[in-house]
């Protein structure tokens, strides 16, 4: 059926016609500040400082309730950490086992050990997959899994990308493209691709084209502070130097619905997601217009698991047949060419003083988060100005011939964070650890007796009940095993209904407080931290 419909496609696509709903406008600068772009050496942005202030009063509630449910001990608790979520990427492997995740942390969802925690978490960020995950939650106003499961996913996983909604939705994709294009931007394999996730993803009329990343802060549940400020993470890749791919310290690049940049050095800068695509020099608009839309959120979490960089030859792209589908929309817009391999940005750091690894560029160049071989999303949430004090790394990665984590991931951002000086991070140890000791297969917690680093709560893909190895590249679920991955995930997230994990996890999230901890904790924290 999909190659019947791909051999429709050449020419029913040509009769795409403007779309202009998913094309950036122009629109007026904010008239309060000369420049819209701030140095990382700042901290937070004001924004995101008051937000996470107040999300923070209204997670330690819902802490609080959980820890005394655990230990009755923890009832008069005061001083509480700041939680955090990491979902890594893994296509739909790692979007499916991350929301078993949240539903098995959500107590509107679950009733196990670990129900509630959701509620205590002031942030969530993701990659790849585990930005699908994000956007499928922050772009829908945090709905529950099991609602998304029933309302949306059962529907459209149970067809391939191949067949998003038929060739009526390959045509409004092709529209959608072409609106961009004359809107004065570039439209790339990465437009098509988010697209096409978008139907399988979002709600909303053409796959949610009208969502825009920074539009989830007007949304009920943002407002009000009843969700964790979501995050998704992207690679920069410098093609102007002739690469295909980012090396291990790549720049880490982030979005949220206030801002997009980076804290690495050669970048250390944000600029407002909300004007993405607007034209900057120096930090300061280069006219009285701005740009607003480029910020469309399948565009962002298509960038974030954008892997066309890895053909790095526009011809070998159409290899697959979600290539050929790809290449196929992409030439009914323009002449394919290598820039297209990438989600590409006009540079908001053009000409900044202290982005000096791209300032001469007027264009950034972003691929999947993974690509660095930072597969778990921990980077933005390691930044000291964040404050994060125990993050749940949640690890679907199929680093194994087997699609089963190793550790390689998490390593992998310790050893980048001791290059950089990032000293927030825990010590992780090798990969033949991960393997030997088979902390792979079990929650660990790393970071519990060093005050001076964060405490992760390692939680990796297992088959608790269900054969959770799925390949990356599976593209089409049926609803029975949408249903087995999420209630794998949940899984995860409660160490498979172990009895005593709810109540020596409170040890290794309040360790991290400096209170006295109950005796029971001894015995726990010795079953489950690493150092």
């Not at 199929?398 to 010590?427: F, H, K, R, S």
Request: charged share 15%; aromatic share 10%.
């Amino acid at each position: 059926m999909a190659l019947l419909k791909l051999c429709s496609l050449s020419f029913l696509l040509s009769s795409a016609v403007f779309a202009a709903d998913y094309a950036p406008v122009s629109s007026s600068c904010p008239s309060s500040s000369t420049t819209l772009v701030r140095e990382a050496s700042s901290g937070l942005s004001t924004e995101e400082s008051t937000w996470a202030e107040a999300r923070k009063a209204i997670a330690d509630e819902a802490l609080a309730t959980w820890l005394a449910k655990q230990n009755s001990a923890w009832a008069e608790a005061t001083t509480l950490p700041k939680l955090a979520l990491s979902s890594s990427g893994g296509g739909y492997r790692a979007m499916l086992g991350g929301a078993g995740v949240i539903k098995g942390f959500d107590s509107r969802d679950s009733n196990v050990s670990t129900s509630g925690l959701w509620q205590a978490l002031t942030y969530h960020a993701g990659l790849s997959g585990g930005a699908w995950l994000v956007a499928s939650v922050a772009g829908n106003n945090w709905p529950t899994v099991s609602s998304l499961v029933t309302g949306l996913w059962n529907d459209t996983l149970d067809e391939t990308l191949l067949l998003a909604e038929g060739l009526d939705g390959a045509i409004d994709i092709v529209a959608n493209l072409k609106a961009k294009e004359k809107a004065g931007f570039d439209t790339t394999l990465t437009d098509s691709w988010g697209r096409l996730l978008s139907y399988q993803i979002l709600y909303g009329d053409d796959g949610g084209v009208n969502k825009t990343l920074s539009g989830i802060a007007e949304f009920t549940e943002y407002t009000s502070h009843n969700a964790p400020f979501p995050i998704m993470t992207s690679t920069g890749v410098e093609v102007w130097d002739g690469q295909c791919s980012p090396d291990a310290l790549g720049t880490q690049y982030e979005f949220s619905p206030l801002e997009f940049g980076s804290w690495d050095s050669g970048v250390a800068a944000f600029v407002p997601t909300e004007y993405l695509g607007s034209s900057l020099s120096n930090g300061a608009p280069s006219g009285s217009d701005c740009v607003t839309g480029y910020d469309q959120l399948g565009y962002m979490f298509g960038t974030s698991s954008s892997l066309f960089n890895l053909a790095c030859i526009p011809a070998d792209v159409n290899a697959t047949e979600i290539g050929t589908l790809l290449y196929e929309i992409l030439i009914k817009v323009h002449e394919a060419a290598t820039k297209d391999l990438f989600g590409v940005f006009p540079n908001p750091f053009y000409e900044y003083t202290t982005s000096s690894d791209v300032s001469a560029q007027d264009t950034l160049y972003l691929v999947d988060g993974a690509e660095s071989g930072q597969n778990i999303p921990l980077w933005p949430l390691i930044q000291p100005a964040r404050g994060i004090d125990v993050i749940f790394a949640n690890d679907l990665s199929a680093d194994t011939d087997y699609n089963w984590p190793n550790g390689t991931e998490i390593l992998q951002t310790y050893t980048t964070a001791t290059a950089e000086g990032l000293t927030t991070m825990p010590q992780i140890p090798s990969v033949d650890t991960f393997l030997s000791e088979g902390l792979n297969t079990r929650p660990v917690f790393f970071g519990c007796n060093d005050a001076d680093v964060i405490t992760i709560i390692y939680l990796p893909n297992y088959n608790y009940s269900y054969a959770s190895n799925v390949s990356t590249l599976q593209l089409e679920y049926e609803a029975t095993e949408t249903a087995a991955l999420v209630a794998n995930g949940v899984e995860i997230a409660s160490y498979g209904g172990k009895a005593d994990f709810g109540p020596c996890l409170a040890c290794g999230i309040m360790q991290k407080s400096g209170a006295t901890l109950p005796s029971e904790c001894t015995d726990c924290l010795a079953s489950y931290c690493y150092n």
